[in-house]
């Protein structure tokens, strides 16, 4: 299958800083990337659709302001959480829907905010 | 997007199919099932998709049933690796995948 990628694996910042997090599909154009996060024992939860060179649609309740997504090539998108707290600990995963409309995840980010 | 039901949890043993069940009642013509599994702290693994008719390919067997209403993924010989939660998600062309809670499989000795 396809292979969508992200970095970093894992990431460890302090309250009030900002985190920049790539997904990178490497084997096909994605168009639509998208954004979820995922709390200790729930499922996933979309916060944004991003689309390459437009601007990015966001869940009801996510703060556009404190997650920045960035679409600017048909391979890459990148979520910035800015001034980062505690509760925005989380595991953060992308996926990429590739021409066939099937979406592939990547292997996900894991941000403590200290 | 229409709602699917899948039982909280399954197990099953090594080396034996493990038949996933999934309920659509509500899928409408036009929606696609699509399957994922997601391993402890990984991102979700994409298995296979169909629109209505049974589909194959080399991680696993799709059935889907004459009206559509339900379906079941099939794992001809599961191995430990395969212990993960399934997903089972009904989707139309550009919609974004919803996930629900999915089936804990344990797959054991």
């Known amino acids: 299958g396809a292979v969508v990628s992200q970095h970093p694996s894992r990431v460890i910042c302090k309250s009030g800083t900002s985190v920049k997090i790539e997904c990178r599909s490497l084997?096909?154009?994605?168009?639509?990337m998208f954004w979820y996060r995922q709390f200790p024992k729930q499922s996933l939860m979309l916060m944004a659709t991003?689309?390459?060179?437009?601007?990015?649609?966001?869940e009801q309740g996510v703060e556009k302001d404190k997650f920045l997504i960035n679409h600017a090539s048909l391979t890459l998108s990148t979520l910035t959480v800015t001034s980062a707290h505690p509760e925005d600990s989380s595991f953060y995963i992308c996926?990429?829907?590739?021409?066939?409309?099937?979406?592939?995840f990547g292997p996900g980010t894991r941000l403590t905010v200290l | 997007d229409a709602k699917t039901t899948q039982p909280p949890s399954m197990d099953c043993a090594e080396g034996r199919a493990a038949n996933l069940p999934c309920n659509h009642s509500t899928i409408s013509g036009n929606e696609y099932v699509y399957w994922y599994r997601q391993i402890h702290s990984q991102g979700p693994q994409y298995i296979i998709h169909g629109l209505k008719n049974n589909e194959t390919n080399e991680m696993a067997s799709l059935i889907i049933t004459e009206d559509r209403k339900s379906s079941t993924l099939i794992l001809p010989h599961a191995t430990l690796r395969d212990t993960a939660v399934y997903y089972c998600?009904?989707?139309?062309?550009?919609?974004?995948?919803?996930f629900g809670k999915g089936t804990m499989l344990l797959v054991s000795p």
């Open positions: 991003s689309n390459e060179g437009s601007k990015a649609t966001y």
């Open positions: 998600i009904v989707v139309s062309g550009y919609s974004t995948l919803t």
């Open positions: 084997d096909f154009q994605a168009t639509t």
């Open positions: 996926s990429a829907r590739d021409p066939g409309d099937t979406q592939y």
